[in-house]
């Protein structure tokens, strides 16, 4: 049953969407945390069950994504991610379960990751008459 409300179901209904995931996804209700905790009641969308790769969140968005290059005619498909990427991954899925081609860029590491968008956030060596 899809509980989204009309007028957003026209809105996301008017994106090209190729189907690449197994929906909907089941949701369970976590009965020992709840217990633990002494309520609410807890659940968890099962999105690990999708069907693409080992599945996840971004089955979703990658159905229109990939929607979108095969209408664009786009003969393959890039993108980056850090070692062990669960996007990289989910991205060769669906490029092989579509015929595209995908290139995966890996960052060698976080720290390289860190470098390009977070350089603040590196500890940067302190000026010595060696690296001055």
């Given at each position: 049953?899809?509980?989204?409300?009309?007028e957003?179901?026209?809105?996301?209904?008017?994106?090209?969407r190729?189907?690449?995931?197994?929906?909907?996804?089941?949701m369970r209700?976590l009965?020992?945390?709840?217990?633990?905790?002494g309520?609410?009641?807890?659940w968890?969308?099962?999105?690990?069950?999708?069907?693409l790769?080992f599945?996840?969140?971004?089955?979703?968005?990658?159905?229109?994504?990939?929607?979108?290059?095969?209408?664009?005619?786009?003969d393959?498909?890039v993108?980056?991610g850090?070692?062990?990427?669960?996007?990289?991954?989910?991205?060769?899925?669906?490029c092989?379960?579509?015929?595209?081609?995908a290139?995966?860029?890996?960052?060698?590491?976080?720290?390289?990751?860190?470098?390009?968008?977070?350089?603040?956030l590196i500890?940067?060596?302190?000026?010595t008459?060696?690296?001055r």
């Open positions: 049953m899809n509980s989204l409300r009309p957003i179901q026209k809105k996301i209904g008017a994106f090209k190729i189907p690449l995931v197994h929906l909907p996804t089941p209700k009965e020992r945390l709840t217990a633990e905790l309520g609410p009641e807890i968890a969308k099962r999105d690990d069950l999708t069907g790769a599945g996840g969140n971004k089955s979703r968005k990658l159905e229109f994504i990939i929607a979108d290059a095969l209408a664009k005619k786009a393959v498909v993108t980056w850090a070692l062990q990427s669960n996007w990289a991954m989910q991205t060769a899925a669906a092989a379960k579509c015929g595209l081609p290139v995966l860029q890996g960052a060698p590491s976080i720290r390289s990751y860190y470098a390009v968008f977070f350089p603040s500890k940067q060596p302190k000026p008459a060696k690296n």
